[in-house]
């Protein structure tokens, strides 16, 4: 870090100012890019200075899944730090689904270094040449609000302050700062390092006769609708939006949602049906919703006015997305939902109206909770279905503070979830193996959370699943894994027979290039990591396999593998 009291390397500057920047970790998986780093690391330990604790992840994927999970948790950033090309193509895909979440990540990686010879820090083994490309940060450039490369040493500190104000501005997202060698092995002056920062994020607020209009338009409705697929802002916005939803008697529907907006048992949440309710809505608001209908399936009313709520509500990363918005409104969802509770508030209101849709969206709703209900319990007969896990699941975790993390694991209403941060599901970029380390990251950043990752078979051997026990043991976090092995990729042959429903596939007794068979024995690659395992096969041995599992992680906080074998859907 330093030769003399004045003076530090640059790559061991990097830390104290992550550390004055608020970073709680950083996820590394090093690299023969880091010697400036670790010494700095190194040095900063015989001192005792105090810097943000750097993880070793053994697989880059698990490093960016885990940075998404603490930020979900915490609402804290979180740096990456990954070696050269080869560890950032690897990091690549959690960076297509922190963007596509609005996760900030600081995402960090070496970079080979340019000079051969003479220059401090030059090429020394093959890969130094190996490694080269001609354009590194395109690896991640389109995943990314803002990357650069780092060309002299004394730019680190103006960097870093940069990167994580762009990181944390409305709309949120990672970012990429790539680090050549010789410029870490430079020393630059000590002060400044644990400076406070010289720019802060900017959080883009609604304009308010948006929220004006937005809130007439909603008062005078007949049939609100409201689709929700990110949430409902922060947890005191979480808890104003149900009872906003009550209040006005507004139906409320989750369609493919990849955060909870509203309580599945809400009497206003309508389930993750929107189709007919969009046929007869007059006014539908699309809150913070990247696909919020299936524009083939779906079709909204001739007379509806559609109003798009969120950070970026056009989504304008995204080429093609030409869902109607006839009002569209950005902002934070935790500050644009009380501001429109607020304008709504002021206006008058139909009380018959309000109360008879209440009514009505109330007895719906609960008719669609007791149809899952059914449906969970009577497919029982033939075999293990993710209905009926998801039912178990829900029941053994009612009233426990717990997080959820689905990747083509349980059902979203056929298991009840309850309460901000309880339910994320794999986002909608696909960038699959996202849910176990995800999982792992909430666990770090709140230890007394119960955390669950249900997943896949295919989800789960996408996530490196060796890599993750081998963190889940080395951290003490105990996460609960629920594998639902179904022995092939259901989303693929989903998606044949719905395009093809009369074709040769939908007919075959397997469909092609989705089978998974032989299945690996998933509980022995957690046993390798000293990890609570069970496998289950019948449907009655589901509710205490769960409830055992509980017990390991709760009790003696010991992370725990439960594989069930369940049908196909």
């Known amino acids: 870090m330093t030769k003399d009291g004045d003076a530090m390397t640059a790559g061991g500057a990097i830390f104290t100012k992550l550390k004055a920047l608020g970073v709680d970790y950083v996820f590394a998986n090093s690299g023969t890019d880091f010697p400036p780093i670790v010494e700095g690391l190194a040095e900063a330990a015989h001192k005792g200075i105090s810097l943000p604790e750097p993880i070793i992840i053994p697989h880059e994927h698990a490093a960016m899944g885990m940075a998404m999970g603490y930020y979900e948790i915490s609402g804290r950033c979180q740096a990456v730090m990954l070696h050269t090309n080869v560890g950032l193509s690897n990091g690549a895909t959690g960076a297509i689904n922190a963007a596509c979440e609005h996760v900030p990540v600081l995402l960090m990686s070496g970079r080979t270094p340019v000079t051969e010879e003479t220059r401090f820090g030059a090429r020394t083994v093959p890969i130094g040449w190996g490694q080269e490309m001609r354009d590194q940060s395109a690896l991640v450039r389109e995943a990314c609000k803002w990357e650069y490369e780092l060309k002299f040493p004394e730019q680190v500190f103006g960097a870093l302050d940069r990167a994580f104000a762009v990181a944390n501005s409305t709309p949120k997202g990672p970012v990429y700062l790539s680090l050549p060698r010789e410029t870490l092995c430079e020393e630059i002056p000590n002060a400044g390092a644990g400076a406070l920062t010289t720019m802060q994020p900017a959080r883009t607020s609604a304009v308010r006769r948006d929220i004006d209009r937005a809130a007439s338009k909603l008062a005078a409705a007949k049939r609100p609708l409201v689709i929700a697929q990110r949430g409902s802002g922060d947890a005191q916005s979480f808890d104003l939006f149900s009872k906003w939803a009550e209040d006005w008697g507004i139906a409320v529907c989750s369609w493919w949602a990849t955060h909870l907006a509203i309580d599945t048992d809400h009497p206003c949440h309508i389930g993750q049906d ?296």
């Open 274 to 569: 929107p189709g007919p309710w969009m046929a007869e809505a007059d006014v539908v608001v699309v809150l913070d919703s990247l696909a919020p209908w299936w524009p083939d399936k779906h079709k909204l009313a001739e007379c509806a006015f559609v109003i798009h709520i969120g950070p970026d509500p056009l989504f304008s990363r995204f080429p093609i997305r030409n869902f109607q918005s006839d009002l569209s409104i950005a902002g934070e969802n935790a500050d644009t939902i009380p501001a429109l509770v607020a304008a709504m508030n002021k206006l008058d209101r139909n009380e018959d109206m309000i109360a008879k849709r209440r009514s009505y969206v109330g007895q719906k709703a609960q008719a669609e909770r007791d149809r899952l209900v059914v449906e969970a319990t009577s497919s029982t007969a033939k075999g293990i279905t993710k209905q009926w896990v998801s039912q178990c699941l829900g029941e053994a975790l009612r009233g426990v503070t717990s997080t959820v993390y689905c990747e083509l694991g349980v059902k979203l209403g056929s298991i009840e979830r309850k309460g901000h941060n309880s339910w994320f599901q794999e986002p909608h970029s696909g960038g699959l193996g996202w849910g176990f380390p995800a999982a792992l990251g909430a666990q770090l950043a709140d230890r007394d959370r119960i955390v669950v990752a249900t997943m896949g078979d295919g989800s789960y051997i996408f996530s490196n699943p060796t890599a993750c026990h081998q963190i889940a043991e080395a951290l003490e976090l105990p996460v609960l894994v629920i594998v639902l092995n179904n022995h092939e990729w259901g989303a693929v042959r989903q998606s044949v027979v719905g395009t093809y429903p009369d074709g040769y596939a939908s007919k075959a007794n397997e469909v092609p290039l989705t089978s998974l068979n032989p299945s690996p024995d998933f509980v022995r690659v957690a046993q390798a990591s000293r990890a609570w395992t069970r496998k289950v096969d019948r449907p009655e041995d589901v509710p205490t396999a769960i409830k055992d599992a509980l017990d390991a992680v709760s009790d003696r906080k010991q992370h725990a593998l439960l594989e069930i074998t369940v049908l196909k859907d």
